[in-house]
């Protein structure tokens, strides 16, 4: 979706594993000029709206400023903790000063049964290089009563001295009636099917978003118990 390649890298720092600057200089000497590092930072720091600061987020705020890279977090929480009930932002999304026109930074509210909440680069001003498979006509859903009404060659279309005139009239005519008699398959790629998904699972599903909801104002261990059910059902399918 873009004129130039661009590298993803993903990064995971261990709240108890000390790093000096020279490993993450390093890091950047390896990408290529255009790169996104997102990832675990496991650092606070009020740059990316943390409600704390630590040692790690000091020098992770070091090494943006020195690599003049950007921020793409909006200042949404990205990580629940569940022991003490509380949100923070953990996750980071870096990148080269040359991709900041086209990508937002976005953050699903549903954990999915993990700690982290999903994190998504929407892709902004959007042409039209998103991958599409040709649509095609459907045959087997064809009005043929209507194709062949439609489909009339007449002796006046390929009467005439010009070879190019006719076959282009009797194409025009054919494709016409193939248009308005025969449907066509959309022009996106249809999602996958998951063949585990049933409806238990969608009901199951649907209550872990509403408890969560709720969550969202008063915690409760209902939470943790819808969380188990969901995850248990989807093991079994």
Not at 61 to 80: A, K, M, P, R, V
Not at 105 to 130: A, K, M, P, T, W
Request: net charge positive; glycine share 4%; proline share 5%.
């Amino acid at each position: 979706m873009l004129s130039n390649l661009v590298t993803v890298c993903t990064l995971y720092l261990p709240p108890s594993t000390n790093f000096n600057d020279r490993d993450l200089n390093r890091l950047v000497d390896e990408l290529p000029t255009l790169f996104i590092i997102i990832g675990d930072f496991n650092g606070h720091r009020p740059l990316w709206h943390s409600k704390n600061t630590n040692p790690r987020g000091q020098q992770i705020e070091e090494f943006i400023n020195t690599h003049s890279l950007c921020l793409l977090n909006n200042g949404e929480d990205t990580y629940f903790h569940q022991r003490s009930r509380t949100f923070h932002s953990l996750d980071l999304a870096l990148y080269t000063s040359s991709l900041a026109p086209y990508f937002n930074f976005r953050v699903e509210v549903d954990l999915c049964g993990s700690d982290h909440f999903q994190i998504f680069f929407d892709r902004v001003n959007v042409g039209s290089n998103y991958a599409q498979h040709p649509s095609h006509y459907l045959f087997h859903r064809t009005e043929w009563a209507n194709f062949t009404l439609r489909a009339l060659i007449t002796c006046g279309i390929v009467e005439g001295e010009n070879l190019n005139e006719i076959l282009n009239l009797v194409t025009k005519t054919i494709i016409s009636a193939a248009n308005a008699s025969i449907p066509k398959s959309g022009l996106t790629f249809p999602k996958n099917r998951k063949p585990w998904w049933n409806k238990h699972r969608t009901d199951t599903n649907r209550n872990q978003r509403k408890v969560w909801n709720v969550f969202w104002q008063q915690p409760i261990s209902a939470n943790q118990i819808t969380k188990s059910i969901t995850w248990w059902t989807r093991q079994k399918s």
